[in-house]
């Protein structure tokens, strides 16, 4: 027995239904089980989402990276990240190293 399509989006539509209700149930209970943890052990927001952690950047983001390699024609630098330069594409690296 094959399903029309039509069939099918209404199966679609009562699963999404059933999925939507699902999770409202669900995230209800997650957050009153958080509620109960938080006033049995008294904590506070800074406890659960210390202010440190907002915003995430690596430690090292930002930083500039010390050159690898020099073209000697023209003094243009590479550092070995990204995309290769022109002048060091298809070419012995090692000549280019600093």
Do not use: C, H
Request: no cysteine; charged share 30%; glycine share 8%.
């Amino acid at each position: 027995m094959t399903v029309s399509y039509k069939e099918l989006l209404k199966q679609r539509e009562a699963l999404e239904q059933q999925i939507t209700e699902a999770r409202r149930r669900e995230l209800t209970a997650a957050i009153s089980q958080v509620r109960e943890l938080v006033a049995e052990y008294g904590l506070t927001q800074q406890d659960v989402f210390p202010a440190g952690r907002t915003g995430r950047v690596s430690a090292t983001s930002g930083t500039k990276v010390a050159p690898k390699y020099r073209d000697p024609a023209t003094g243009q630098t590479w550092t070995g990240r990204g995309k290769a330069p022109k002048w060091i594409q298809n070419e012995d690296r090692e000549k280019f190293a600093i």
